[in-house]
């Protein structure tokens, strides 16, 4: 499902505008964001957890040339479902 698709589903699901829809989507994923780099994490209970992963800094190999290259740590976002989602699938 990609952006559109959810915005179309919140819209039949809702009864709001596509419009609105849109929004509310925009919405959510700005207030995640927001909440990931504030706070490290965002709980929904029943849904699932973001959280803020780190990774160390690591050796790894280009591909096309075989060199060892040394890739920077970084931080990634981790999501766990929860139980009700889990029962779903």
Same mark, same amino acid.
């Given at each position: 499902?990609?952006?559109?698709? /959810?915005? *179309?589903?919140?819209?039949?699901? +809702?009864? /709001?505008? %596509? =419009? *609105? +829809?849109?929004?509310?989507? *925009?919405?959510?994923?700005?207030?995640?964001?927001?909440? /990931?780099?504030? *706070?490290?994490?965002?709980?929904? %209970?029943?849904?699932?957890?973001?959280?803020? @992963?780190?990774? +160390?800094?690591?050796?790894?190999?280009?591909?096309?040339? @075989?060199?060892? %290259?040394?890739?920077?740590? +970084?931080?990634?976002?981790?999501? =766990?479902? @929860?139980?009700?989602?889990?029962? %779903?699938?």
């Amino acid at each position: 499902m990609n952006k559109s698709q /959810l915005v *179309d589903a919140v819209a039949n699901n +809702s009864g /709001l505008t %596509i =419009k *609105d +829809s849109e929004k509310a989507v *925009d919405a959510f994923v700005a207030a995640v964001k927001e909440g /990931l780099k504030s *706070d490290g994490n965002v709980q929904l %209970i029943g849904f699932g957890s973001f959280s803020v @992963g780190e990774r +160390s800094a690591r050796t790894g190999i280009n591909p096309r040339t @075989g060199q060892k %290259i040394e890739i920077a740590a +970084s931080k990634t976002v981790k999501f =766990k479902a @929860g139980a009700k989602l889990k029962e %779903i699938l």
